[in-house]
Protein backbone atom coordinates (compact mmCIF):
# COMPACT_ATOMS: atom_id res chain seq x y z
CA UNK A 1 0.00 0.00 0.00
CA UNK A 2 1.10 3.45 -0.82
CA UNK A 3 -0.15 6.40 0.89
CA UNK A 4 0.77 9.67 -0.19
CA UNK A 5 0.47 12.87 2.02
CA UNK A 6 0.72 15.59 -0.77
CA UNK A 7 0.86 19.03 1.53
CA UNK A 8 1.67 18.42 5.33
CA UNK A 9 2.41 22.26 5.97
CA UNK A 10 0.19 23.66 3.58
CA UNK A 11 -0.06 27.38 5.70
CA UNK A 12 4.10 27.27 4.90
CA UNK A 13 3.86 26.67 1.18
CA UNK A 14 0.84 28.85 0.34
CA UNK A 15 2.48 31.45 2.09
CA UNK A 16 4.46 34.91 -0.30
CA UNK A 17 7.04 34.50 0.63
CA UNK A 18 7.02 30.95 1.76
CA UNK A 19 7.92 30.11 4.63
CA UNK A 20 9.30 26.49 6.96
CA UNK A 21 6.68 27.72 9.58
CA UNK A 22 2.80 27.27 9.77
CA UNK A 23 0.96 30.44 10.54
CA UNK A 24 1.65 29.90 14.59
CA UNK A 25 5.37 30.21 13.66
CA UNK A 26 6.10 26.63 14.55
CA UNK A 27 8.48 24.89 12.49
CA UNK A 28 6.37 21.37 12.33
CA UNK A 29 9.52 19.49 11.45
CA UNK A 30 10.78 20.02 14.94
CA UNK A 31 7.40 19.69 16.25
CA UNK A 32 7.39 15.88 16.50
CA UNK A 33 7.72 14.31 20.07
CA UNK A 34 11.46 12.80 19.90
CA UNK A 35 12.90 11.52 23.54
CA UNK A 36 15.69 14.87 22.70
CA UNK A 37 12.75 17.24 21.91
CA UNK A 38 13.26 20.80 23.45
CA UNK A 39 11.47 23.73 22.80
CA UNK A 40 13.69 26.47 21.02
CA UNK A 41 12.88 29.98 20.09
CA UNK A 42 15.70 29.93 17.40
CA UNK A 43 14.62 32.21 14.01
CA UNK A 44 12.81 29.64 11.94
CA UNK A 45 13.32 26.62 14.30
CA UNK A 46 10.60 27.09 16.73
CA UNK A 47 9.54 24.45 17.69
CA UNK A 48 6.21 24.97 19.47
CA UNK A 49 5.05 25.33 22.79
CA UNK A 50 5.28 21.64 23.59
CA UNK A 51 5.85 18.51 21.14
CA UNK A 52 3.41 16.96 19.47
CA UNK A 53 1.31 20.83 19.55
CA UNK A 54 0.51 21.29 15.94
CA UNK A 55 -2.27 19.92 14.04
CA UNK A 56 0.22 19.33 10.99
CA UNK A 57 2.43 17.02 13.08
CA UNK A 58 -0.42 14.68 14.58
CA UNK A 59 -2.07 14.68 11.26
CA UNK A 60 1.59 13.14 10.46
CA UNK A 61 1.53 10.45 13.49
CA UNK A 62 -1.98 9.47 12.92
CA UNK A 63 -1.11 8.35 9.30
CA UNK A 64 1.90 6.22 10.83
CA UNK A 65 0.27 4.81 13.03
CA UNK A 66 -2.90 4.10 10.87
CA UNK A 67 -0.88 2.52 7.92
CA UNK A 68 2.58 1.26 9.91
CA UNK A 69 4.75 2.35 6.93
CA UNK A 70 8.28 0.55 7.16
CA UNK A 71 9.19 3.23 4.31
CA UNK A 72 8.78 7.07 4.56
CA UNK A 73 10.10 9.36 2.16
CA UNK A 74 9.62 13.00 3.07
CA UNK A 75 10.08 15.75 0.18
CA UNK A 76 11.65 18.84 1.46
CA UNK A 77 13.06 21.82 0.43
CA UNK A 78 15.45 23.59 -0.45
CA UNK A 79 18.99 22.20 0.20
CA UNK A 80 19.30 20.32 -2.95
CA UNK A 81 20.12 16.66 -1.60
CA UNK A 82 19.33 13.43 -0.55
CA UNK A 83 19.43 12.10 3.30
CA UNK A 84 18.56 9.26 5.30
CA UNK A 85 17.66 7.77 9.10
CA UNK A 86 16.72 4.95 9.78
CA UNK A 87 18.22 1.56 10.61
CA UNK A 88 21.37 0.60 10.23
CA UNK A 89 20.96 -2.94 9.44
CA UNK A 90 22.88 -3.48 5.93
CA UNK A 91 22.92 0.05 5.78
CA UNK A 92 25.97 -0.67 3.66
CA UNK A 93 23.92 -1.58 0.42
CA UNK A 94 21.50 1.61 1.35
CA UNK A 95 24.44 3.99 0.91
CA UNK A 96 25.82 2.55 -2.03
CA UNK A 97 21.76 2.34 -3.54
CA UNK A 98 21.70 6.49 -2.15
CA UNK A 99 25.05 6.80 -4.18
CA UNK A 100 24.06 5.67 -7.38
CA UNK A 101 21.03 7.84 -7.16
CA UNK A 102 22.38 10.66 -6.05
CA UNK A 103 24.60 10.25 -9.18
CA UNK A 104 21.50 9.80 -11.58
CA UNK A 105 19.36 12.57 -10.23
CA UNK A 106 21.99 14.93 -9.80
CA UNK A 107 21.91 15.67 -5.75
CA UNK A 108 24.28 14.87 -3.41
CA UNK A 109 23.75 12.25 -0.31
CA UNK A 110 24.29 13.76 2.64
CA UNK A 111 24.18 12.58 6.17
CA UNK A 112 22.83 15.54 8.10
CA UNK A 113 22.87 15.31 12.02
CA UNK A 114 19.62 14.35 13.47
CA UNK A 115 17.82 17.41 15.07
CA UNK A 116 15.11 17.17 18.04
CA UNK A 117 12.06 17.59 16.96
CA UNK A 118 12.30 16.12 13.54
CA UNK A 119 10.36 13.52 11.34
CA UNK A 120 13.98 11.79 10.63
CA UNK A 121 14.74 11.36 14.28
CA UNK A 122 10.99 10.75 15.11
CA UNK A 123 10.06 8.17 12.35
CA UNK A 124 13.43 7.05 11.23
CA UNK A 125 15.68 6.80 14.42
CA UNK A 126 13.24 6.02 17.43
CA UNK A 127 10.56 4.25 15.56
CA UNK A 128 13.00 2.23 12.86
CA UNK A 129 11.10 3.19 9.74
CA UNK A 130 13.57 3.81 6.91
CA UNK A 131 12.92 7.66 6.09
CA UNK A 132 14.43 8.75 2.96
CA UNK A 133 14.51 12.95 2.91
CA UNK A 134 14.57 14.12 -0.42
CA UNK A 135 15.64 18.37 -0.43
CA UNK A 136 14.61 19.98 -3.76
CA UNK A 137 16.75 22.75 -4.84
CA UNK A 138 13.47 24.84 -4.18
CA UNK A 139 9.77 24.66 -3.85
CA UNK A 140 8.73 26.53 -6.16
CA UNK A 141 5.30 24.49 -7.78
CA UNK A 142 5.98 25.01 -11.80
CA UNK A 143 8.79 22.88 -10.77
CA UNK A 144 7.32 19.83 -10.18
CA UNK A 145 7.06 18.11 -13.55
CA UNK A 146 10.87 18.90 -14.20
CA UNK A 147 11.81 17.80 -10.27
CA UNK A 148 9.65 14.62 -11.26
CA UNK A 149 11.79 13.76 -14.48
CA UNK A 150 14.75 14.05 -12.23
CA UNK A 151 13.12 11.98 -9.78
CA UNK A 152 11.29 9.66 -10.98
CA UNK A 153 13.47 6.52 -11.61
CA UNK A 154 14.39 6.48 -7.57
CA UNK A 155 10.87 6.55 -6.94
CA UNK A 156 10.82 3.15 -8.93
CA UNK A 157 13.47 1.85 -7.44
CA UNK A 158 12.28 2.85 -3.86
CA UNK A 159 8.83 0.88 -5.43
CA UNK A 160 10.63 -1.86 -7.28
CA UNK A 161 8.73 -0.98 -10.69
CA UNK A 162 10.23 -1.08 -13.79
CA UNK A 163 9.30 1.66 -16.10
Known sequence: MIVIAPLVNPDGFLSRPQKRTNSGGVDVNRNF????????????????PHANSESETKFQIALMNRFKPSHIISIHSPLGCNDYDGPSSDLDSLVIWLKKV?????????????????LGNYAGMERGIHTLTLELPSSEALKGPEYFDQF????????????
Do not use: A, C
Not at 154 to 162: Q, V
Open 33 to 48: PTKDWKRSRKDRHYSG
Open 152 to 163: KRMFLDILDLTP
Open 102 to 118: SRENGLPFRRYQVFPGS
